[in-house]
């Protein structure tokens, strides 16, 4: 029995390879497909940290729109700077007034002294367009605001809120010094003050020496309470100093006149 069993089983392995090549097929294939599953984890990782670098970047964005790398420049500007008004809280009442448009406003030498002060108004060309000059006086008295065409005459007053009487004069026909002007007086403690827009002198033209501001300007400025609180407490232009102080069109008639 053991002979034909032997027989019957001696071709059952015919055409196999040998046990050794099949033992190192299996390790080969097993190499190959450990080597397979390494690049898949290799590769998902790596597209497991370019998901998180790009969820950071996005959401970075999002919270933090602007960063100091990319705060603009400011481009070196050609146009006149312009005028300081800190140091000088007329300057600052002015200011905002001619600025911002066609005129710029500067300080004037001799630009100030003891309750007044001067300033030049030039276009966008730095051409001259006048003079503004601006002085406090104490007056305790009621005032008589002057009349041009009648000397000697009271003129009837216009009201400002804060208890401000003023006049305000205009005066175009002489063309060497057209002005815009008023005078206005608090009247509860008697501070007066002048405020006038002359054109540049010596034009002889109407157009070149039309004043930088209106007329109207020249009112609000010169109502203004905050012009009134611009000078200091002891600031006048009379006394000593009244003969440092600006020419005005109409001078403000003084107790002492």
């Known amino acids: 029995m053991s002979v034909q069993l032997n027989r019957l089983l001696e071709h059952v392995l015919d055409g196999e390879p040998e046990l050794g090549d099949e033992i190192d097929a299996v390790f080969?294939?097993?190499?190959?497909?450990?080597?397979?599953?390494?690049?898949v984890l290799v590769a998902a990782g790596v597209a497991a940290v370019a998901v998180i670098v790009a969820t950071g970047y996005a959401l970075t964005t999002a919270l933090m729109p602007t960063?100091?790398?990319?705060?603009?420049?400011?481009?070196?500007?050609?146009?006149?700077?312009?005028?300081?008004?800190?140091?000088?809280?007329?300057?600052a009442l002015i200011a905002p007034i001619v600025d911002g448009g066609k005129l710029h406003i500067y300080p004037r030498p001799p630009e100030r002294g003891s309750g007044w002060r001067q300033y030049s108004v030039v276009d966008k060309d730095g051409k001259p367009r006048g003079t503004v000059e601006v002085a406090v006086y104490s007056v305790a008295e009621d005032l008589c605001f002057p009349v041009l065409a009648a000397p000697g005459k009271c003129a009837h007053t216009e009201w400002a809120p804060a208890g401000i009487e003023y006049?305000?004069?205009?005066?175009?026909?002489?063309?060497?010094?057209?002005?815009?002007?008023?005078?206005?007086?608090?009247?509860?403690?008697?501070?007066?003050?002048?405020?006038?827009?002359?054109?540049?002198?010596?034009?002889?033209?109407?157009?070149?020496?039309?004043?930088?501001?209106?007329?109207?300007?020249?009112?609000?400025?010169?109502?203004?309470?905050?012009?009134?609180?611009?000078?200091?407490?002891?600031?006048?232009?009379?006394?000593?100093?009244?003969?440092?102080?600006?020419?005005?069109?109409?001078?403000?008639?003084?107790?002492?006149?």
């Open 28 to 39: 080969r294939r097993a190499d190959r497909l450990r080597r397979r599953r390494t690049r």
């Open 167 to 257: 006049v305000r004069y205009d005066d175009d026909r002489d063309l060497d010094w057209q002005v815009h002007q008023t005078i206005a007086r608090r009247i509860t403690d008697g501070r007066t003050v002048a405020v006038m827009a002359t054109g540049e002198r010596g034009a002889d033209n109407a157009p070149w020496g039309k004043p930088g501001l209106t007329g109207a300007q020249i009112e609000q400025v010169a109502t203004d309470r905050r012009l009134f609180n611009a000078f200091g407490a002891a600031e006048q232009c009379s006394g000593p100093s009244s003969g440092a102080c600006p020419a005005f069109k109409v001078p403000v008639p003084l107790p002492a006149d």
């Open 67 to 91: 960063t100091a790398g990319s705060t603009p420049v400011a481009a070196p500007s050609s146009a006149p700077p312009l005028p300081s008004a800190v140091a000088d809280p007329v300057l």
